[in-house]
């Protein structure tokens, strides 16, 4: 996820009249909305605080394409001039962060790092998959005519550019270099802001800037506590896990009543994937298959399919956690480990709590007086057919009893409950009745 050594609420304002302030912004980690929230705050925020340069560094394999629009808007947009930076060793700027380096004013790749590779793609759990050819066109056309309308202002080279969307291309730091894709090459974030003192640059608008950058602050900025909770929340994983414990709590809660620890915990998971859920691309149709896979399970334990529907519901489950994210333009969505890793375990944990609930209900009433019915009781004082003067004795106990339609029953005679009234029990004669002794 994002990382800083700051955070946005302990970071002071920039004073302008002293040197000049380079706010740092990082991108760490798949593009997502809780990151682009974090990156066009902070931009605004540097406009507001007058800063002279916004840099930020990135570290990404790609993401949402709703996301990465909302960024690179937010740079074209920027008063404050912004440079990109991929770094550190090693680090890459791919797919969506493609899209996101070429955008800013200045761009710039450490030693030993990637961009490009920014072809659209469909993709299931992280998996690429085919669609429609004119599906595909219209993606790849869009995505081409969006780099296009600013590569072209910045002054870089486009067709080269379009290579990375057409052809899946990537490049090196020095490809990209001697391509005119990027501006420099350098090692580290202060040496690129030492290169750009004095530099001129042109804005997405034609007009030209000086850079002033003599003995410069810089100010990182992070994400909030907010952001950084936040952030994880939106990762399909994450989201997907929330999920299903929600469903599971809340399942747990209705079946036995009064244990409460799953019902709150169910509760508060749901809440916190249904946030997710309305900033993710969610597939209702993921949705609609793990609901189904629900009802499998239930079904599962009601009747012995021999494990058939229980097959049906792991697979149905698997199918819509990896259909859960829906987006052309990233690979992200909930990996194939983590949907089989829940829903086994779910499918074990519905089938045993549905089963012993329906065993509950074949259990018989051990306290109170149902517990009294079918019980046999000897009679102790004969019954009178039509009257309720009779007495019988029941687990140790003496309660007056009625014979309904078995006529009268003498005493010594064996008898079974039929039912309670209030204090009286309804019997019925199990054996005739036994001779008087003198």
Same mark, same amino acid.
Request: hydrophobic share 45%.
């Given at each position: 996820m994002l990382l800083a050594s700051a955070n946005n609420s302990a970071a002071p304002p920039p004073d302008s009249s002293n040197s000049p302030t380079v706010v740092e912004l990082r991108i760490d980690g798949e593009v997502e909305? =809780?990151?682009?929230?974090?990156i066009v705050d902070a931009i605004a925020r540097a406009d507001r605080d007058h800063?002279? /340069? &916004?840099? &930020?560094t990135m570290d990404t394999p790609g993401g949402l394409d709703t996301s990465m629009r909302e960024i690179i808007q937010a740079i074209l947009r920027s008063p404050v001039p912004v440079a990109t930076y991929v770094s550190p060793t090693g680090a890459r700027a791919a797919s969506a962060g493609f899209f996101i380096l070429l955008s800013a004013d200045v761009d710039a790749m450490s030693p030993g790092t990637e961009t490009g590779a920014a072809s659209p793609i469909m993709a299931i759990g992280g998996q690429p998959v085919k669609i429609d050819d004119t599906e595909e066109k219209k993606i790849i056309n869009d995505a081409l005519a969006f780099l296009r309308?600013?590569? %072209?202002k910045r002054g870089r080279n486009v067709d080269l550019a379009s290579s990375a969307v057409t052809d899946a291309k990537a490049f090196s730091e020095k490809e990209a270099l001697d391509g005119h894709l990027i501006d420099l090459v350098v090692s580290s974030p202060e040496e690129? =802001?030492?290169?750009? +003192? $004095? *530099?001129? &640059?042109t804005r997405i608008d034609g007009s030209t800037m000086k850079l002033s950058l003599s003995h410069p602050v810089?100010? !990182?900025v992070g994400m909030t506590t907010r952001e950084k909770f936040l952030s994880r929340i =939106?990762? !399909? +994983?994450v989201f997907f896990v929330l999920l299903i414990i929600g469903v599971l709590g809340l399942y747990a809660e209705f079946t036995h009543p009064g244990m409460f620890a799953p019902g709150v915990v169910g509760a508060i998971a749901l =809440? /916190?994937?249904l946030f997710a859920m309305h900033l993710l691309p969610v597939n209702f149709t993921g949705l609609l298959l793990i609901i189904a896979a629900l009802v499998l399970f239930i079904l599962e334990a009601k009747f012995p399919t021999h494990g058939v529907l229980g097959v049906g519901g792991v697979v149905a489950m698997v199918l819509g956690a990896l259909m859960l994210i829906h987006t052309p333009l990233t690979g992200m969505g909930v990996s194939l480990g983590v949907a089989l890793g829940v829903a086994l375990p779910f499918g074990v944990i519905i089938i045993v709590l549905m089963r012993l609930v329906l065993r509950s209900f074949a259990w018989k009433q051990s306290t109170g007086k149902e517990e009294l019915i079918g019980e046999e009781a000897e009679v102790t004082e004969a019954i009178v057919s039509g009257g309720s003067s009779g007495m019988v004795r029941v687990h140790g106990e003496l309660w007056r009893a009625a014979s309904g339609r078995d006529g009268d &029953? !003498? *005493? $010594? %005679? #064996?008898? *079974?409950? *039929? #039912?309670?009234? $209030?204090?009286t029990l309804e019997v019925e004669r199990l054996a005739p009745p036994q001779a008087a002794s003198s």
């Open positions: 909305p =809780v990151l682009a929230e974090y800063a002279s /340069l &916004i840099l &930020i309308s600013y590569v %072209s690129l =802001v030492s290169e750009l +003192d $004095g *530099r001129t &640059i810089l100010l !990182p =939106v990762q !399909p +994983d =809440v /916190l994937a &029953i !003498p *005493r $010594g %005679s #064996r008898v *079974r409950v *039929r #039912r309670v009234n $209030g204090l």
